[in-house]
Every structure is written in C-alpha cells, then in structure tokens.
C-alpha cells in the first residue's frame, strides 16, 4: 500500500487483489468521517432524528400494507 499526498488530494494504492466490499466499506466510513467533523448535532439530537424517521417510515409502510 502506497499514500501520495499532493497540493489538492490524497492517493491511495492497493493490490489490485484487495476486496472492493470492503475497500467500499471503508471509504464510506472516510467520507462519513469527513462530512460528520463539520456537524453540531449532539448525539442526542441524532438520535431523536433517528428515531423520527424510523416513525415515520414504519407509519407509510404500514398505509401501503393495509391498502
């Protein structure tokens, strides 16, 4: 494995035998990591959010159910 860094990104190079599932996995977690540092959301506050969106899903599955 190889890590460059220029003016403008980072490059990574693997084997071309590494797991592309869980290379993916990975670089979903980097982007995550990236987007959430610029979040103020307490965990609480997540975790409310969460829980109204499950809410709110179960509640519109459960009309498509019945119907």
């Given at each position: 494995?190889?890590?460059?860094?220029?003016?403008?990104?980072?490059?990574?190079?693997?084997?071309?035998?590494?797991?592309?599932?869980?290379?993916?996995d990975?670089?979903?977690?980097?982007?995550?990591?990236?987007?959430?540092?610029?979040?103020?959301?307490?965990?609480?506050q997540?975790?409310?959010?969460?829980?109204?969106?499950k809410?709110?899903?179960?509640?519109?599955?459960?009309?498509?159910?019945?119907?």
């Amino acid at each position: 494995m190889i890590i460059e860094r220029t003016k403008k990104e980072v490059i990574i190079k693997l084997p071309s035998t590494t797991n592309i599932d869980t290379l993916q996995d990975v670089m979903d977690w980097i982007e995550f990591k990236e987007l959430s540092k610029k979040a103020k959301a307490t965990q609480k506050q997540v975790d409310n959010l969460v829980k109204k969106i499950k809410k709110g899903r179960w509640s519109k599955t459960k009309d498509l159910l019945s119907k």
